[in-house]
């Protein structure tokens, strides 16, 4: 009910300064610390089962009660006299008005009463709140107190005339229980208004605390975001494009539904037409095949639209649900499984496909098949019908508890499907390395193993459903036992007497009218656990939808100019998925307009890891990236992303054509790509295929060699024509002579551009305008190559150990990014690596 801003801070020992703003809901907390570091907003709610809930409930039930009680009392003419000869002692008219009149005053008056006593609780030293509760309560209390005595008036003049005036004439019974009933409750209400003086106070004690953070996600009382809970509701808002679709689809149901309904009645027909003339059968056998192709006709429309709209949703909602996800940041999926990923885009879409329009269909369905079929089998007998009635409730109980048992069961077999499913795409898609080691084997167990687990959950899938389904079974069928034959029993009456019992043609229409009714009831009760397990399925796939990404895609800041200068300014960084373990630790170095500055050190120092920051996948703890003078977080990340480029030590390619690959990140003409092949030294082997450049690389560029590949992700850099040019020992994979070459173009698309190079070989560091030494996250060393080798330091130990290894120009070492993502995690890293790692 009340807003208010709150900072959590980052000292566990800090403790806000609350500031009250008179006349006002809001209430700020200042925090002057900067190590404050998250904001978020905070507001109260009143739960469901409270006092006035209670009360309000209560005043209802008491109206609704007395004018059903006075509604039923006697014949329409004994109605209608007690209201035109109104007697005190003789009729309930007035109680029935006093009762409506509680539902329309005091129900009001107390939701006025509790917000007065809310708005005193959040703002003491405001009067107005305070004498407005004190009126409220005096007019509840006066109200109760109102209603209590006129009813006890009237309760004891009417128990007084009962018990000793002889010519007292009576009223009807259900009046004499609305006398009782108004005694009673306004009794108990003029208590509760007693009461509500204390009751109210607790206010304050009872009201749930709700925090939001700067994402609008809900926290829980750890700080952790709150899933949003999911129901069919939300489910069917899904399915709003759709709506004339299933429109027409519906107009196909209610035919379908009318010619199932008919159908048996004219069966019916058909037997006893048998018993009297032949032209009467042939004119019923007649009606009965049009009703049949009607329905037939109709239940094409309901299938043709109610799946078309199935599949125009299911494409919409993947291609949301993708784009949702392909918006994440990195880190996002650094935490989250490829495989379940990709598990979430497939069945559980399909899942809430059915769920919103196959199984709706059926719903509405079967839902108007038992209604119409009740309400025709009553027509038919009555007496037969409440036969088959008194199974209903055992039936809708049992479905009910078997919903929720399935719906839990269900959630856990998609979970368990999704492990498997998430595990085969990592042996499929790693094959070479399964092969390479022998793995075959252990990748069989391993996807054996999680198989298991859905196949243990499924076992009590199959059993639940199987007993359910069993003892439904048993409940209805012998529920039509029971109507055969009592229905038999009223066909052997009609046969002494005609105008006693039933004809058996309307005892063979009966018995097909209760199987499509027992039927219905079956397949509903099935359907139920269907609409359990889409909503499990929704919840994750709403869970991702509704996700905002931590580092968002576009919008910010747009330059007008861009230098290209880059600088980190007491930068410290944490995996997200490793946050106990810090990789940059306040590193602070500049990056002039122009310079290539190469990065050196050990494995797992947090070379990668800067590179990575530069392209915001993701954002530092604390500490600044400043790029041309501009905070990264403030400036467009699009925009920035547009305005460098990356070529990283082991390139990923498309399953798409070489050019496609090239003009990945830009619209460019074949010129365009061509030129960039020319300047990446690919031309000439890309012509050597038979294809050209249309030639497709394979998935993740298996078709190429090692250093074709490189050549291509060098040429898709080139084409970007950045202002900052990242690269992770981009030569490194290619022979001497492409080196020589492309190397040669790096060179004079450096010149006017500013150049971060992850460096592991000794040819790259020497023409770097200043060498960087990162070690266990920290700047260690500084300067030029020969000013570095002058100082008996970190670097001139890197490089006479490469020295003393030899230095290999065709060897790639381990990249950077493989190295850190596995040596961080114990903040361990040697510097007796013979390489610049």
């Known amino acids: 009910m009340t807003d208010e801003t709150g900072t959590s801070v980052n000292n566990p020992d800090y403790s806000p300064k609350k500031t009250l703003i008179p006349n006002s809901d809001i209430e700020v907390v200042v925090i002057s610390e900067t190590d404050a570091k998250v904001t978020y907003r905070t507001w109260y709610t009143l739960p469901t089962l409270r006092f006035i809930n209670v009360v309000q409930a209560m005043v209802l039930v008491d109206a609704v009660l007395s004018i059903i009680l006075w509604l039923t009392g006697g014949t329409s003419s004994y109605f209608v006299d007690n209201i035109l000869t109104f007697h005190l002692r003789q009729s309930v008219f007035d109680l029935a008005i006093i009762a409506a009149c509680k539902a329309l005053f005091l129900i009001p008056f107390y939701s006025l009463l509790e917000e007065s006593f809310y708005h005193q609780i959040q703002h003491p030293f405001q009067q107005k709140f305070r004498r407005n509760a004190r009126v409220f309560h005096a007019l509840v209390v006066f109200l109760s107190f109102t209603f209590l005595a006129f009813s006890a008036t009237k309760g004891g003049l009417v128990l007084y005339s009962f018990l000793e005036?002889?010519?007292?004439?009576?009223?009807?019974?259900?009046?004499?229980?609305?006398?009782?009933?108004?005694?009673?409750?306004?009794?108990?209400?003029?208590?509760?208004?007693?009461?509500?003086?204390?009751?109210?106070?607790?206010?304050?004690?009872?009201?749930?605390?709700?925090?939001?953070?700067?994402?609008?996600?809900?926290?829980?009382?750890?700080?952790?975001?709150?899933?949003?809970?999911?129901?069919?509701?939300?489910?069917?808002i899904l399915a709003k494009p759709e709506a004339v679709l299933l429109v027409v689809g519906t107009l196909g149901l209610l035919g379908s539904s009318v010619a199932t309904m008919f159908g048996p009645l004219f069966f019916g027909k058909v037997v006893d037409a048998a018993q009297r003339s032949l032209d009467e059968l042939n004119r019923t056998v007649l009606v009965l095949l049009g009703i049949f192709i009607a329905g037939a006709v109709a239940g094409m429309v309901r299938a043709w639209f109610f799946v078309l709209a199935g599949q125009r949703l299911v494409a919409r909602l993947r291609k949301d649900l993708f784009g949702s996800v392909i918006q994440q940041e990195v880190a996002f999926f650094d935490q989250n499984r490829t495989g379940e990923l990709c598990n979430r885009l497939s069945s559980d879409t399909q899942v809430i496909q059915n769920c919103l329009t196959v199984n709706v269909s059926m719903l509405s369905r079967y839902l108007l098949q038992i209604i119409g079929s009740l309400a025709l089998m009553f027509v038919l007998n009555p007496s037969l019908t409440g036969v088959l009635l008194a199974v209903v409730p055992v039936v809708a109980i049992g479905a009910v508890q078997y919903g929720k048992y399935m719906k839990k069961l269900r959630k856990d077999f998609q979970?368990?499907?999704?492990?498997?499913?998430?595990?085969?795409?990592?042996?499929?898609?790693?094959?070479?390395?399964?092969?390479?080691?022998?793995?075959?084997?252990?990748?069989?167990?391993?996807?054996?193993?999680?198989?298991?687990?859905?196949?243990?959950?499924?076992?009590?899938?199959?059993?639940?459903?199987?007993?359910?389904?069993?003892?439904?079974?048993?409940?209805?069928?012998?529920?039509?036992?029971?109507?055969?034959?009592?229905?038999?029993?009223?066909?052997?009456?009609?046969?002494?007497?005609?105008?006693?019992?039933?004809?058996?043609?309307?005892?063979?229409?009966?018995?097909?009218?209760?199987?499509?009714?027992?039927?219905?009831?079956?397949?509903?009760?099935?359907?139920?656990?269907?609409?359990?397990?889409?909503?499990?399925?929704?919840?994750?796939?709403?869970?991702?939808?509704?996700?905002?990404?931590?580092?968002?895609?576009?919008?910010?800041?747009?330059?007008?100019?861009?230098?290209?200068?880059?600088?980190?300014?007491?930068?410290?960084?944490?995996?997200?998925?490793?946050?106990?373990?810090?990789?940059?630790?306040?590193?602070?170095?500049?990056?002039?307009?122009?310079?290539?500055?190469?990065?050196?050190?050990?494995?797992?120092?947090?070379?990668?890891?800067?590179?990575?920051?530069?392209?915001?996948?993701?954002?530092?703890?604390?500490?600044?990236?400043?790029?041309?003078?501009?905070?990264?977080?403030?400036?467009?990340?699009?925009?920035?992303?547009?305005?460098?480029?990356?070529?990283?030590?082991?390139?990923?390619?498309?399953?798409?054509?070489?050019?496609?690959?090239?003009?990945?990140?830009?619209?460019?003409?074949?010129?365009?790509?061509?030129?960039?092949?020319?300047?990446?030294?690919?031309?000439?082997?890309?012509?050597?295929?038979?294809?050209?450049?249309?030639?497709?690389?394979?998935?993740?560029?298996?078709?190429?060699?090692?250093?074709?590949?490189?050549?291509?992700?060098?040429?898709?850099?080139?084409?970007?024509?950045?202002?900052?040019?990242?690269?992770?020992?981009?030569?490194?994979?290619?022979?001497?002579?492409?080196?020589?070459?492309?190397?040669?173009?790096?060179?004079?698309?450096?010149?006017?551009?500013?150049?971060?190079?992850?460096?592991?070989?000794?040819?790259?560091?020497?023409?770097?305008?200043?060498?960087?030494?990162?070690?266990?996250?920290?700047?260690?060393?500084?300067?030029?190559?020969?000013?570095?080798?002058?100082?008996?330091?970190?670097?001139?130990?890197?490089?006479?150990?490469?020295?003393?290894?030899?230095?290999?120009?065709?060897?790639?070492?381990?990249?950077?990014?493989?190295?850190?993502?596995?040596?961080?995690?114990?903040?361990?890293s040697g510097t007796d690596v013979p390489v610049l790692l």
């Open 165 to 236: 005036d002889p010519s007292y004439p009576g009223m009807h019974p259900t009046y004499y229980a609305l006398v009782i009933s108004a005694g009673c409750f306004s009794l108990f209400e003029f208590f509760m208004s007693l009461w509500s003086f204390v009751a109210l106070r607790k206010l304050e004690s009872i009201r749930v605390r709700h925090r939001v953070n700067e994402k609008g996600e809900e926290l829980d009382e750890e700080g952790k975001p709150i899933e949003k809970s999911v129901d069919l509701k939300r489910l069917v």
């Open 415 to 828: 979970d368990r499907l999704a492990d498997a499913g998430t595990q085969a795409e990592e042996a499929l898609s790693s094959l070479r390395t399964v092969r390479m080691f022998v793995g075959e084997r252990k990748a069989m167990d391993e996807y054996g193993a999680e198989i298991d687990k859905s196949y243990r959950v499924g076992r009590k899938l199959a059993l639940g459903q199987g007993t359910f389904e069993g003892v439904i079974g048993i409940v209805a069928q012998s529920a039509v036992v029971t109507v055969l034959w009592y229905g038999g029993k009223l066909v052997y009456e009609n046969s002494l007497d005609a105008a006693q019992g039933i004809t058996p043609g309307i005892l063979t229409s009966f018995l097909l009218y209760t199987l499509q009714v027992a039927m219905a009831f079956a397949l509903l009760s099935s359907l139920y656990g269907d609409f359990m397990q889409a909503v499990g399925a929704s919840a994750r796939i709403f869970k991702l939808m509704d996700r905002s990404p931590d580092v968002p895609l576009e919008g910010g800041v747009v330059p007008l100019t861009f230098d290209g200068e880059v600088e980190f300014d007491n930068v410290h960084f944490t995996y997200p998925s490793r946050p106990d373990t810090a990789v940059l630790k306040e590193l602070s170095f500049k990056v002039h307009t122009g310079q290539m500055v190469a990065l050196v050190g050990p494995s797992g120092g947090g070379k990668s890891t800067i590179v990575s920051l530069i392209e915001r996948f993701y954002d530092p703890d604390s500490g600044r990236i400043l790029l041309g003078g501009h905070d990264l977080k403030t400036l467009d990340p699009a925009w920035c992303r547009h305005k460098m480029a990356m070529v990283s030590q082991e390139p990923t390619l498309f399953a798409s054509s070489i050019r496609e690959n090239i003009a990945y990140g830009k619209v460019a003409t074949d010129t365009e790509v061509e030129d960039a092949a020319k300047q990446a030294n690919a031309h000439e082997f890309i012509m050597s295929f038979e294809d050209g450049y249309s030639t497709k690389v394979g998935e993740r560029g298996v078709r190429l060699s090692g250093g074709q590949k490189q050549r291509i992700a060098i040429a898709r850099a080139l084409i970007m024509d950045p202002v900052i040019l990242l690269l992770d020992e981009a030569t490194s994979a290619l022979d001497a002579e492409s080196e020589h070459l492309v190397q040669e173009a790096i060179d004079r698309a450096m010149k006017g551009r500013t150049v971060i190079v992850i460096a592991h070989r000794l040819s790259t560091v020497r023409n770097a305008t200043q060498v960087v030494v990162i070690d266990k996250g920290h700047i260690a060393e500084r300067g030029t190559h020969d000013e570095l080798l002058e100082k008996d330091g970190v670097y001139k130990r890197l490089v006479l150990r490469q020295l003393m290894a030899g230095d290999m120009p065709g060897q790639a070492p381990e990249t950077d990014e493989q190295s850190e993502s596995n040596n961080a995690t114990d903040g361990k």
